[in-house]
């Protein structure tokens, strides 16, 4: 046996220092092993390659062998994308591989929600507009924010795409991306109280995107493997340190959202002995985060606990809408389990408190996506989702300007128009 | 008759698969039904739903499962252009469902090894996303001011009924789910506050649900499923595929160091994906597909091979394939050699594994240089780029 170890050549250290989940197989595909890129794992004598497959859908590829007898020191595998797989900016790397992969969105429906349609290929200063909103937007207690504060603009490419930087703190935040005249839509951010969030509005096939990544990569990775059903990939991933919710409750680590990824993926992949008592931590210790409540909902009835359950979910509501989809879907099929079925045991539920709690998140779960991994919908008034489009005639203080980015007519050098709000370069 | 497969008695205490198979086509009280209601909510008979689930119902039999096939309940009710079906299993009416579904979650309860398999192919509509409510036979059956869906039943009840519990402790803890209906959200279902389907079953607290029990929904919320008319669904014809080798993957080698294939739950997740997509635009189709439930990772079947990949190569610039000499060679088999001008994009189909891909200029031809790249080809295809500037 030989002792390898990996080492991933990305542009950025961001994703260099990623544990990302690798296989090594032989030549005609026969799995060997699987492993994070930061183990070491033991090879007996062959030929073999690595192999991994990020979010963005490409691949990594790397051949070694193992001699007989196999060198005392560990063999360094390194894996780097080809150069046509490479992003088109450093800047842009992170959301380049991690972002949604190309294949799952050709091979699906388009996906309508997180777009604004096509109509806007011709924007002009004035028709795209990008607000802020922070609070709970389940009982209508949410206020706007000053976008133009709130948001850093880090880089773009002039009427292609823009990224910004959202700062850390503790509030739920939404942005909304207004076309007059045309659909609204929502999108919670992944702020982590320790570092952020990132938002990218990117113009596609005529069509914009809003966009949102955590800053902590190796969940935003796991996120999105865990969202498209990659359960074997998903599987590996979430034994990475980086998001190991028990570990980051133990040392006191302020990134809950991290830790709510890290739970929502074993959730998907169905091993809750890996849950143990850390989503009731995260429940009682993030008292503003409504995946909190619907991890820990979710995670007492795959125990059986229905009654503790249904008090978990309810305080969902109280919170405001849960950041990442799968705890709002958690929520409202559990709620319409136990609003519809008799229960037998001896843990009654109650319910009519079940549809109660029910009543106040459906509107969201009509018009939300699971397979957006990030929650999203439409609608002008964040309390009241519906596909109605804004008024053709729209202005709104503190707002964004993305029309003025989004210019075909704007010039080249998006510097030359100076930035949308304060830049911080990059 | 819905038992069409019982081989209980061989396997005797051993684990094994139990199925249950259905598949409507013929729908009496919908639009074109002998006994049609007033307003059918747009609903018409289907053509190819049962023929559909027969074709699962003789793949499954035919196929390696991970333990032996025990039980095979079928429950169909063809149309008249699916005259052939008529008579082999039991209508699938609410109360025939009710029965065998009970049936089968009790063999299912016998072993913790065991599998189920459950494929529902017909009609179906939707309360919100996330939701599917499987119609059956007799849906809408008078009189009219009967509930809504109560010969309908819910995909969440009937996982959640088939879940680990004090009373059946040692149910199966691989359950694999196929939805093949439309779950379009009629504008009727808005005129009553939350609709509920029949209860197949009442749901009992306790016990740790630690299943695999993955759910692959054939089309997304408000979207309508499609078929090949009188012959099958697409998402039949893209699972059955996939079923047979385009889904396959290393399973990793036995104790004697042979290769094992199969199909996964990642892998027939992929490749289902792809597939589809591919049906969709070869036949015109607008069928989507998409999966949900728990995605512990497990196998579905064995394979007696590797799969064969369709692997599409582009250059780029395509023009440097007028002057550049390409080999593809690796994975213990014959280098394919293509001398300029080839043909472009190059198309293969070759077996899973690890390629090496050289271009070269020979004499040179600036700006284009020479190139080496290490690919892998997955199943069930790939597109593979090689940028030459």
């Known amino acids: 046996m030989a002792r390898v170890t990996f080492r991933l050549d990305f542009k950025t250290i961001e994703l260099s220092s990623l544990d990302l989940p690798i296989e090594v197989r032989k030549p005609n595909a026969t799995l060997i092993a699987t492993a994070l890129s930061s183990e070491t794992i033991d090879v007996p004598p062959g030929a073999y390659y690595a192999t991994t497959r990020l979010p963005g859908g490409q691949r990594l590829v790397a051949p070694f062998e193992i001699a007989e007898p196999p060198a005392t020191q560990p063999l360094e595998v390194v894996l780097a994308p080809d150069p046509e797989d490479a992003s088109a900016h450093e800047w842009e790397e992170v959301s380049h591989f991690l972002g949604r992969r190309s294949v799952q969105q050709s091979a699906a429906r388009p996906l309508r929600a997180g777009r604004i349609a096509s109509a806007a290929r011709q924007v002009s200063p004035g028709a795209l507009h990008l607000r802020v909103f922070s609070g709970n937007v389940v009982r209508h207690q949410y206020v706007p924010e000053p976008a133009t504060q709130i948001l850093q603009q880090v880089l773009g490419d002039q009427a292609r795409l823009v990224q910004f930087e959202v700062p850390s703190g503790t509030k739920l935040l939404f942005a909304q991306l207004v076309q007059p005249g045309g659909p609204v839509q929502n999108l919670a951010l992944p702020v982590s109280p320790e570092a952020g969030a990132q938002l990218i509005i990117c113009q596609r096939d005529g069509e914009f995107r809003m966009e949102a990544h955590l800053k902590n990569h190796a969940a935003d990775m796991l996120l999105q493997y865990s969202s498209y059903g990659a359960a074997s990939t998903a599987t590996v991933a979430s034994r990475s340190e980086a998001v190991d919710g028990e570990r980051l409750l133990r040392d006191k680590t302020t990134d809950p959202i991290a830790a709510a990824v890290g739970a929502y993926c074993i959730l998907r992949i169905g091993d809750v002995t890996r849950l143990h008592d850390w989503t009731q931590h995260l429940r009682e210790r993030f008292a503003w985060m409504p995946d909190g409540a619907a991890i820990h909902g979710e995670h007492l009835a795959r125990m059986g606990s229905h009654a503790a359950a249904l008090d978990a979910f309810a305080e969902v509501p109280v919170r405001g809408l849960p950041i990442l989809a799968d705890g709002l879907f958690y929520a409202v099929e559990r709620l319409k389990l136990y609003a519809s079925r008799t229960w037998k045991g001896q843990d009654p539920v109650d319910g009519r408190r079940a549809q109660s709690v029910l009543d106040e998140l459906q509107p969201f779960a009509l018009l939300m996506r699971r397979q957006r991994p990030i929650s999203a919908y439409p609608g002008l008034d964040l309390s009241v989702p519906d596909t109605k489009a804004a008024a053709s005639v729209f202005t709104s203080a503190g707002s964004i300007d993305l029309g003025k980015w989004f210019d075909p007519g704007a010039p080249d050098d998006p510097t030359s128009s100076g930035p949308l709000v304060g830049s911080r370069g990059g | ?389």
Request: net charge negative.
């Open chain 2, 1 to 389: 008759v819905s038992l069409l497969h019982d081989a209980r008695a061989a396997i005797g205490a051993n684990p094994g698969c139990h199925a249950l198979i259905i598949g409507v086509s013929e729908y009496p009280y919908l639009g074109g039904g002998q006994q049609a209601v007033a307003d059918p909510w747009g609903m018409d008979q289907l053509t190819s739903t049962a023929s559909t689930a027969y074709k699962v119902f003789e793949w499954l039999t035919a196929a390696r499962l991970p333990v032996p096939l025990a039980t095979c309940r079928v429950l169909l009710s063809p149309s008249p252009s699916e005259a052939h079906l008529a008579g082999i299993a039991d209508h699938a009416t609410f109360d025939n469902v009710f029965q065998e579904a009970h049936a089968w979650r009790a063999d299912a309860s016998s072993h913790p090894s065991n599998v189920t398999f459950f494929y529902f192919a017909g009609h179906g509509v939707q309360r919100s996303k996330e939701d599917a409510v499987l119609c059956l036979r007799d849906f809408r059956q008078p009189p009219a001011t009967a509930p809504a869906l109560r010969r309908a039943i819910d995909v969440a009840t009937l996982c959640g009924g088939m879940s680990p519990s004090p009373t059946q402790d040692n149910i199966a803890r691989k359950q694999f789910y196929f939805i093949d209906a439309c779950r379009v959200n009629p504008d009727q279902l808005g005129r009553f506050t939350a609709p509920q389907t029949a209860a197949l079953w009442d749901l009992e607290s306790g016990g740790q649900d630690d299943r695999s029990a993955p759910v692959f929904y054939a089309s997304v919320s408000n979207h309508t499923a499609g078929a090949i008319p009188g012959a099958q669904t697409l998402f039949s014809k893209a699972l059955l595929a996939c079923l047979t080798g385009d889904a396959g993957d290393s399973l990793g080698e036995d104790a004697a160091g042979n290769p094992e294939w199969g199909v996964t739950v990642q892998s027939l997740n992929e490749a289902l994906q792809l597939r589809v997509d591919e049906l969709n635009r070869d036949l015109g189709g607008d069928q989507s597909y998409t999966i949900g439930g728990l995605l512990k990772p497990a196998t579905l079947c064995l394979l007696d091979q590797p799969p064969l990949v369709d692997v599409t190569l582009t250059v780029d610039p395509e023009a440097a394939s007028q002057v550049s000499r390409l080999v593809i060679r690796g994975n213990g088999q014959a280098p394919r050699v293509y001398n300029p001008p080839f043909v472009h994009p190059v198309g293969e189909r070759l077996a899973a594994g690890s390629y090496g891909i050289e271009l070269t200029f020979n004499p040179p031809a600036p700006p284009y240089v020479d190139q080496t790249r290490f690919k892998e080809a997955r199943a069930p295809r790939i597109s593979w780029k090689v940028k030459v500037v």
